[in-house]
């Protein structure tokens, strides 16, 4: 499956599983973590798990969820190199787990599944010889589960039994008296002294058994994790757990859509000269400006219905019943207002840029949120040049809405190189013509370097009736006047330019309204 894919549906999930559409999303090959402060969950692909693409899937699907209730219920989250973090994650794993399947009882059976692959995979205590170490893995394995994989010593399994039953306690009245994160980490001390250990001992990334296993084996740690938690008719939840229709019908419908992803990129590539940024680790938050999205959505909001509402904290009571009663026809009427025109937007980055690169992008993500907002069909391209060699790159391909995936290849491109404008619109033109834009825009900072093939092209374009436009970004008032009057002699039909990147998203706006 595609890690594009894979990060929409991740996006998708955690937002609506912990009720926070805030939350950014990342994929990267490590183990699943959360950053509570950053609103910021980081998936491994499939290939990070075990088992068949389906096993794969439903593992990954299972610490969505998990790291979903983090964000809900949990108000920090620590490193599990050391010993203090590692036992209030264990504790803050279990009361999570418990209080997200109050929610969502639904995946009762998926987190059972995931625990059944995880002992599966999970290597025996006898494989360490490190004493702290095999403790802290024996305690892990019996607080989760109840039970020790490998052959502890009758001394260590004393202390991880009474450390785990106190562990169980203090889960026990956190969920009751409805404590957080906080009241749970003043209890790790006390249950350190109970592991007789150290808060600052190192735990090392714990590696998974490479082994295969058969879905017998599978059934059977089922099996034995079901008895654990003591869940009724066995052989029938063992049943049912691996089978687990509706994830295989979704899984299925997630893989013709990866399919139709990969068809559709490799076609647009075909057509031209373009590369797509591949990487899906970048935390790309720090593009998201709330306050002037919000402000852009109230925006187009009024402009499509055709009338402005506004909030007060006061104002004079209004009985809008009795009112059309007096009347015969309604007092207003609600039309609603759409922008059917297909865009194709093109992001200068060149190195001129770089001082204001990241108020650049916050603004074209919020115009590109704005503008899937009032359903526009739109494009989104860039370029920047790499080793005196001219890229173009697809941050929003003409299918589809503006997501996640969106933000973070835009995040990738870095701001070097000149302004080869003419080579990149000849470079791009067999898509343009093909996707037939009303407006193609262009964002740009700088005078390009061959001005007259500049000119020759956009009058080309202009021939295939394409209205072009052209947004000008200067460092102050007069350099954005000056470049106003470049853009101009360059033959564009409409050219504007700012000084204030916050200005740009609302500039476009009534350019197209």
């Known amino acids: 499956m595609r890690n594009e894919v894979l990060l929409d549906i991740a996006t998708f999930l955690v937002r609506r599983w912990s009720g926070n559409n805030n939350v950014q999303v990342i994929i990267a090959d490590r183990p699943?973590?959360?950053?509570?402060?950053?609103?910021?969950?980081?998936?491994?692909?499939?290939?990070?798990?075990?088992?068949?693409?389906?096993v794969r899937y439903r593992q990954w699907r299972a610490n969505c969820w998990k790291q979903a209730m983090r964000i809900k219920y949990s108000n920090r989250s620590l490193s599990t190199d050391y010993a203090h973090g590692f036992l209030l994650n264990c504790l803050e794993d279990k009361r999570v787990q418990i209080l997200g399947l109050e929610d969502w009882p639904g995946m009762t059976k998926e987190v059972i599944f995931n625990e059944g692959m995880v002992r599966l995979y999970e290597p025996s205590i006898d494989d360490f010889f490190w004493g702290s170490y095999r403790k802290f893995i024996a305690?892990?394995?019996?607080?989760r589960g109840g039970w020790i994989n490998g052959d502890p010593s009758e001394h260590l399994f004393s202390i991880i039994q009474r450390a785990s039953d106190y562990a169980n306690k203090v889960i026990e009245q956190a969920i009751n008296e409805g404590h957080n994160t906080d009241w749970l980490e003043r209890h790790v001390p006390r249950?350190?002294?109970?592991?007789?250990?150290d808060a600052l001992l190192h735990i090392p990334t714990l590696s998974k058994s490479a082994l295969a296993h058969t879905e017998d084996e599978l059934g059977a740690m089922i099996e034995k994790v079901l008895r654990m938690l003591k869940k009724g008719n066995l052989e029938d939840v063992v049943k049912k757990t691996l089978e687990a229709e509706e994830i295989r019908k979704e899984f299925e419908e997630l893989t013709r859509e990866s399919y139709k992803v990969v068809k559709n990129s490799n076609q647009l590539l075909e057509t031209v000269?373009?590369?797509?940024?591949?990487?899906?680790?970048?935390?790309?938050s720090s593009l998201y400006n709330e306050d002037l999205i919000n402000k852009l959505k109230a925006e187009f909001r009024n402009w499509k219905v055709g009338w402005i509402e506004r909030h007060h904290s006061s104002g004079d009571e209004f009985d809008e019943e009795?009112?059309?009663?007096?009347?015969?026809?309604?007092?207003?009427?609600?039309?609603k207002i759409t922008y059917k025109a297909n865009i194709v937007i093109l992001l200068d980055h060149s190195s001129s840029i770089s001082p204001v690169e990241q108020e650049y992008k916050r603004a074209t993500v919020a115009l590109c949120k704005a503008l899937d907002y009032l359903g526009v069909k739109f494009s989104v391209f860039a370029f920047n040049t790499q080793q005196n060699r001219v890229k173009c790159w697809v941050i929003k391909p003409p299918d589809g809405r503006w997501s996640s995936m969106s933000t973070i290849r835009l995040a990738q491109i870095s701001a070097t190189g000149g302004t080869p404008l003419a080579e990149v619109y000849e470079r791009i033109r067999p898509l343009v013509e093909r996707l037939k834009p009303e407006i193609f825009l262009t964002l740009t900072d700088g005078e390009p370097s061959d001005i007259e093939a500049v000119r020759s092209i956009v009058h080309r374009f202009k021939l295939e009736d394409i209205n072009m436009v052209s947004i000008g970004i200067g460092r102050d008032i007069l350099d954005a006047v000056s470049i106003a009057k470049k853009l101009k002699s360059l033959g564009y039909n409409r050219s504007i330019a700012i000084s204030n990147l916050n200005e740009m998203p609302k500039k476009i706006l009534h350019l197209l309204a």
């Open 191 to 197: 249950l350190l002294k109970l592991l007789e250990t």
């Open 32 to 54: 699943p973590s959360v950053n509570i402060h950053k609103k910021l969950v980081s998936l491994p692909p499939l290939s990070y798990y075990s088992g068949s693409d389906l």
């Open 139 to 143: 305690f892990a394995q019996y607080f």
């Open 322 to 335: 009795s009112y059309i009663e007096k009347h015969h026809t309604p007092f207003f009427a609600d039309e």
């Open 273 to 284: 000269d373009l590369s797509i940024p591949e990487r899906l680790d970048i935390d790309a």
